[in-house]
């Protein structure tokens, strides 16, 4: 089930944050993101109760920002992740916001794999983009026709 996450999901969100990236967000990143940021939106994935993954991303018209995507470790290669991604597509587009855009560490494969099989296409690097370890991003961008 995919539903709007909320401040008390945080504590399984942040275990998951930890569990999956090397510089997690902290409780307070989120809480801004679900409270005070006008542009963002966070949906989470949740099975018979429990939260497998989430995404956010920033709808700034034309943009659609995707700012985190991420599935429990047990629950990759399940196609959760690209439920998360279809899911934001389609809202980017239901609100009228056609431009997607994303980072994504060089040797992060097999996400990459996943944005490509949505049509994202590479067109820069953003040098030392991530810390712990250092590493560049790959700005990948779709544009969905209208």
């Known amino acids: 089930m995919l539903r709007k996450m909320q401040a008390e999901d945080l504590p399984l969100i942040l275990a998951l944050e930890k569990e999956l990236f090397s510089s997690p967000w902290k409780e307070e990143d989120f809480l801004f993101e679900l409270t005070q940021n006008p542009f963002a939106t966070y949906v989470v994935l949740s099975i018979e109760d429990e939260i497998v993954g989430y995404i956010g991303y ?3 018209n034309p943009y659609v920002e995707i700012t985190n995507v991420a599935v429990g470790k ?3 290669r399940c196609g959760y992740a690209k439920q998360l991604v279809a899911y934001c597509l389609e809202d980017g587009v ?3 916001a ?3 855009t994303l980072e994504v560490r060089f040797s992060n494969i097999p996400a990459i794999s996943l944005y490509e099989s949505f049509g994202f296409k590479q067109v820069s690097v ?5 810390t712990d370890p250092i590493e560049d991003a790959h700005l990948m961008m779709k544009e969905v026709k209208q």
């Open 58 to 60: 920033w709808i700034k």
């Open 74 to 76: 047990r629950y990759q």
């Open 94 to 96: 239901k609100n009228n």
């Open 98 to 100: 056609p431009i997607f």
């Open 126 to 130: 953003r040098k030392n983009y991530y």
